[in-house]
């Protein structure tokens, strides 16, 4: 399918927000990362001046792989638009523990607060051990998109209407004004994650955006044709980010050294529980084709399959490789790094400007 509506904006990058501790990854290799919020603001910051468009904040309630901390990711979001300017936060949002009015109510206060510059990401859960351990009920896989649809269409109605009623299945409202609304209109960008066809159903719906979990190019642009068909017949429109794991360094066989350090030092244990968990997410849907149902071990050790998008190597090919991934539809590159203030840095510096480079000549060429 073509994307000749997108083809002439540049691409978007985005990076994980460590505010889990332990970085990004389960191996006992150094990972020069820290998570607290010092750290963070320092981050944000040197990835706005950087280039970067979007920071992405996690939403953990218990330890899973690891990740023995984890702050809680709205309030996050606030203290890093308040350090920057620019930068756009997302904040992961979970149904079940949050409800959408309340939500609605705290990314309107925040959007005020902060110039408009706040997002939000539903996501839909994997980890039956965190919602037991909160005595939450633990829906089944495609139960879980179903409430977050409505959560969606929810947050939507809220944010856009007066008087606004819904009679869903999991939420019902009556007459409900929200003021002030936020201050982005028609509402602050909507992201979702997940990769099963009910997240892929979901997202051609309701969702500004898409994101999936590293992949190949093909199993990457599968994805985007499938989103967009489903999306055109809805008369809706969706973007698409993806995650991938980054490790660029001056040359090939440096890059490819850290990957295999990474994967040598392994939290064998912490990667097979991590299995064990999600085998609850994406292989627990129908079709088993959500994240992870095809995971190896080396995959899991970033724990959302970011080496698959195999942008590791020098700045050249990781820049060629971005825009291969433009040229299949993808809006939005979510990046992680093993030591995240220096790489982002250096990301900025050597990687987004041969990007940028990549994309001016590839509109030269379709004007010629
Ligand atoms: C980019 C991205 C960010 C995510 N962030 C979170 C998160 O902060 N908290 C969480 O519990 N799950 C998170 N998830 C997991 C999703 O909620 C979902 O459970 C998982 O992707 C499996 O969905 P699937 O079966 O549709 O593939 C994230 C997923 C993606 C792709």
Redesign the pocket.
């Given at each position: 399918m073509s994307q000749s509506h997108h083809s002439n904006n540049p691409i978007k990058f985005a990076y994980w927000v460590p505010n889990v501790s332990g970085g990004l990854l389960v191996s006992k290799i150094e990972q020069r990362t820290g998570w607290d919020i010092d750290y963070n603001r320092k981050l944000a910051q040197i990835a706005e001046r950087s280039g970067f468009d979007y920071a992405?904040?996690?939403?953990?309630f218990t330890a899973g792989y690891g990740a023995e901390y984890q702050h809680e990711?709205v309030s996050f979001t606030h203290a890093l638009l308040a350090a920057t300017q620019k930068l756009r936060v997302i904040a992961?949002i979970?149904p079940g523990p949050w409800h959408p009015a309340v939500a609605a109510k705290q990314i309107a206060t925040i959007d005020h607060l902060t110039a408009g510059r706040i997002a939000v990401?539903i996501?839909?859960?994997?980890?039956k051990t965190?919602f037991t351990a909160i005595g939450e009920p633990w829906l089944e896989?495609d139960e879980?998109?179903r409430r977050s649809e409505e959560f969606i269409r929810a947050l939507k109605g809220i944010w856009t209407q007066d008087d606004f009623s819904f009679f869903g299945d999991f939420y019902r409202f009556h007459h409900f004004t929200l003021k002030p609304k936020p201050l982005q209109q028609p509402h602050p960008e909507i992201?979702q994650?997940?990769?099963?066809r009910?997240?892929r159903d979901m997202a051609a719906r309701v969702s500004d955006w898409y994101?999936?979990?590293g992949n190949t190019l093909e199993g990457i642009k599968a994805q985007v044709d499938d989103i967009r068909a489903k999306a055109a017949k809805e008369g809706h429109a969706v973007k698409i980010?993806v995650?991938a794991f980054v490790i660029a360094r001056d040359t090939e066989a440096e890059a490819r050294a850290v990957l295999n350090e990474i994967i040598e030092k392994a939290d064998t244990e912490a990667v097979n529980a991590f299995g064990h968990e999600?085998k609850q997410?994406?292989k627990?849907?129908p079709e088993g084709?959500?994240?992870?149902?095809k995971s190896t071990f080396e995959d899991l050790v970033q724990y959302?399959d970011g080496f698959k998008t195999n942008l590791i190597g020098t700045p050249e090919q990781i820049a060629e490789r971005i825009v291969a991934l433009k040229a299949v539809g993808v809006d939005l590159i979510?990046t992680g790094f093993l030591h995240f203030q220096e790489e982002v840095d250096y990301f900025g510096q050597r990687v987004l400007p041969l990007v940028r480079e990549l994309e001016a000549r590839q509109v030269d060429k379709v004007a010629a």
């Open positions: 992405l904040t996690q939403i953990r990711s992961a979970l990401n996501v839909s859960g994997w980890f965190e896989h879980r998109y992201f994650g997940g990769s099963s009910a997240a994101f999936t979990n980010g995650n999600v997410a994406g627990a849907s084709e959500g994240n992870w149902a959302n979510l």
